[in-house]
Every structure is written in structure tokens, then in C-alpha cells.
């Protein structure tokens, strides 16, 4: 397709996107974030200020962000977060050795730049205040991020856009019938084709990105990951990379063999696989599955074997190859219990999602609309309970929130 027939595309998704996004009711926020819906490659992309206060330049953070003030744990609020799961603690499932993706030699990339965009993607539930909120703390602390947010409509059409001339990955992705799974892994497909940052909704920024990499590692990281479970695990729901690392590549591998192997063992299709027929999402499509398939990619690009020892007891970054590994306080600092000694905390996870439904995502697989109803009707009483007795916050579910 020509520049022009995108660009075009482009103006009508977004327009379609800005009548969504009036229509669905999600302006009652006090933040407004600008809206991108993105189409395509970069020059497919459009900004679209969403009304005439959005237009001014959005240069000026609202808050001083050169020296934040420091982060403290939330008192009195207990979080459940996961369980971490030691990294050879499950079988490995078996892997295909077959490559989906082209091999991109890694001083291809090397000199490039990040591309300064933040990806989200958005559920049928819609942003609430709280998301408001964190979506603004990203494009406060940097100011000409460029903000992309994709519906579960625009991602398929995304994917099938980028992956042309991938169709095996364009069918395992449209086959998937839970979201998370399919949020999981549309993650690393945008890592892939674009690059960028990619960001679950319920994270707020709270160092600019430009920071997140010291100066000595400027030049040889391709890709940023922080830890979630030191030793352990990378988390996923903050990943950033330039566009066509072979780790991300590598990773796409990985959850196409692991989500094929899942479904022979369930005797099942891609399509066929469920929340309850799958093992653990984490170990699938998650978190778990990332950061073994980094880890082997690592390997082998360097010719030796790096593992959990590697990535523990981590105080400041360490560059694998060109994979460069945060300490726990960066990403997952509630995780790693708030520590004081591994430098700045820069983005933090509030596990709004409770994705670990029955059906894996926000409104579950569409599977059973009734079903689906239910559950609404279940979350109303429960949100109506609970503002009745005005302490506990509404919950937001969203999905690609592992
Ligand atoms: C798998 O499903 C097919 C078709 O329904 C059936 O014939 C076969 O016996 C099943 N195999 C196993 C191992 O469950
Ligand atoms: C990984 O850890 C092993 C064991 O401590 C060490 O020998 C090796 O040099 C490390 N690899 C890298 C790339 O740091």
C-alpha cells in the first residue's frame, strides 16, 4: 500500500477512535491524554488532539520531573502480587527451532536510537481515572513521547498490517481466543515491528525514559528489561526495545512453540485453548516464558550459557550482549520489598488487572456473552458494595496485565 493510502487509513481510524473515545464516555477524567491510534508504520501514525485544550504544545510538565520526589511504599495498602517462580523450577517445553522471523545481525542496530513511544493497549472496559492518571505520568515525565494506544480492533489490524508477510504469525495471533494471551503476546509483536516502549495501563512513569539507561550502556543496549523476581523472572508489563531484536524475536518464537505444544497436550488448536486448558499464562505467553526466551537468545548470541546467576542479586544494571537488565527497584520495586540500594525506582506496577479470571481478560474470550453478563452484573454489585463503604477502590480489570 502507497504513504498516502495509509495516511489516509490512518486519519479514518482515528477519527473512528476519537468517536469511540467520545462515545464510550471515558473523557470524565481530569487528565485528558492526547490519543494516538496507531496504523501501520511510523508514517502511518497520527497524533489526534482530542479537543482544543489538547492542542496546546504538549512540552510543559505540568509537575517538575528532574527531581521527583523520591517514591516511599504505599502505607496501610497491601498488594497481592504473584508468587515469583523460580526460572527451572517447570519443565521447558519443547522448542521447534524453527524461526519465524528473519535474523537481524545485532550491529544493525546498534547507533540507533529507541524509538520514543510508549505502546498500550486499551480493553473493552476503557480507562478509568486511575488509568488516566498513569497514562499522564508517562507523557508529564517525557514530554515528546509520542503515545500509542491501540484497541483490541486496531491491534488485530496492527498485527496483520506488520506481519504480512508473516502469516503464521498473524493466524496464531487471530486465533487466540484468551486475551491475555493474545495481549501477552501482541506485546512483543509491537517490539518487534516498531520498537519503543511498551507499557501495561496500570504503570505509572516516574523517571523519564531518557534516564533509564546509564551512559556507559548508551550505545550497546538494544533492549531494556527490568526485573520482576531477582534471579528469577523480567517483568513484561514494562519492556522497551528497538525494532527487530532478535531476543524479541526470539521470544515471539518461543510463545508460538510453547502455545503449539500446549495445544497438543489439550488436544486442542491455538484456537481451542483456554484459560483452563493451558498450564500457567506466566509460563505460556507471560513473563516467565520472555525472560527464558531472552535468556536462551543471550546465549546464544554469545556463545555461552547465561541463566538466573546472571541477573542476581542485582544492585545496578548489567548488559548481557546487548540486553540491558534492571535491578528489581527499577520496574518492581514493591516486589524486590522497596530497596534503598539498586538505584531509582522508574516505572511502578499496580496489578489493577485481575485478567486471571476465568476467561483471561477484562470482559473474558467472548466465548459465552451470558457468561460475560454475568460477571458484569457480579462486578457492579461488588463496586456498588464497595462504594457503599467508600474505602476500597473500584478495581479496574485490565488485560496484558501479567
Ligand atoms: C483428540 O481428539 C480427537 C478428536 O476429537 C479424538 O479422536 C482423540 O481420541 C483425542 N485424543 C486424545 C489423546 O484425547
Ligand atoms: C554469567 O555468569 C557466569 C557464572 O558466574 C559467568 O562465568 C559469566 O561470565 C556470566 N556471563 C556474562 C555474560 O556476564
Redesign the pocket.
Known amino acids: 500500500m502507497p504513504r498516502s493510502s495509509y495516511y489516509i487509513l490512518a486519519l479514518l481510524l482515528s477519527s473512528i477512535a476519537t468517536f469511540l473515545w467520545f462515545s464510550s464516555g471515558v473523557r470524565t477524567a481530569t487528565t485528558t491524554p492526547i490519543l494516538t491510534l496507531t496504523y501501520g508504520s511510523g508514517s502511518g501514525s497520527c497524533t489526534c488532539p482530542l479537543n482544543d485544550a489538547d492542542l496546546e504544545p504538549n512540552t510543559t510538565p505540568s509537575s517538575p520531573v528532574s527531581n521527583p520526589s523520591p517514591l516511599l511504599p504505599p502505607q496501610g495498602i497491601t498488594i497481592a502480587t504473584p508468587e515469583p517462580i523460580p526460572l527451572h523450577s517447570q519443565p521447558e517445553p519443547p522448542q521447534s527451532q524453527r524461526y519465524y522471523l528473519p535474523y537481524t545481525p545485532t550491529h544493525h542496530l546498534t547507533g540507533l536510537p529507541f524509538p520514543s513511544k510508549l505502546w498500550q493497549k486499551v480493553g473493552p472496559n476503557g480507562i478509568d481515572q486511575d488509568r488516566q492518571k498513569d497514562i499522564h505520568s508517562w507523557t508529564t515525565t517525557n514530554p515528546s513521547l509520542r503515545h500509542e494506544l491501540l484497541t483490541d480492533g486496531s491491534a488485530d489490524q496492527y498485527v496483520r498490517d506488520q506481519f504480512a508477510k508473516f502469516p503464521d504469525i498473524i493466524h496464531v495471533y487471530t486465533d487466540l481466543a484468551v486475551p491475555i494471551l493474545k495481549a501477552d503476546f501482541l506485546r512483543q509483536l509491537i517490539l518487534y515491528a516498531d520498537g519503543g516502549v511498551w507499557s501495561d495501563l496500570d504503570v505509572t512513569c516516574h523517571q523519564p525514559i531518557d534516564s533509564w539507561i546509564p551512559a556507559k550502556y548508551k550505545d550497546k543496549a538494544n533492549l531494556v528489561v527490568g526485573l520482576e523476581f531477582d534471579g528469577n523472572q523480567f517483568a513484561s508489563w514494562t519492556v522497551m526495545a528497538k525494532p527487530r531484536a532478535n531476543h524479541i524475536a526470539a521470544a515471539i518464537d518461543y510463545i508460538i512453540d510453547t502455545l503449539e505444544y500446549e495445544a497438543g497436550l489439550a488436544n486442542t488448536t491455538i484456537s481451542g485453548l483456554t484459560m483452563k486448558t493451558i498450564s500457567d499464562v506466566v509460563l505460556v505467553t507471560g513473563p516467565q516464558a520472555m525472560t527464558r526466551a531472552i535468556l536462551q537468545s ?1 546465549s546464544v548470541e ?1 556463545g ?4 538466573g ?2 541477573v542476581s542479586n542485582l544492585q545496578e544494571p ?1 548488559l ?2 546487548d540486553v540491558l537488565v534492571l535491578p528489581n527497584a527499577a520496574f518492581a520495586a514493591m516486589q524486590g520489598g522497596w530497596p534503598k540500594d539498586q538505584g531509582p525506582y522508574l516505572v511502578e506496577h499496580h496489578y489493577a488487572g485481575s485478567w486471571k479470571n476465568d476467561q483471561g481478560g477484562e470482559s473474558g474470550g467472548g466465548s459465552s456473552g451470558a457468561q460475560d453478563q454475568e460477571e458484569k452484573e457480579k462486578e457492579k454489585e461488588k463496586e456498588k458494595a464497595e462504594s457503599d463503604d467508600g474505602a476500597v477502590k473500584t478495581e479496574v480489570r485490565e488485560d496484558g496485565d501479567s
Request: no cysteine.
Open positions: 543471550i554469545l555461552e550459557k547465561v541463566d546467576g546472571n548489567v548481557l550482549h
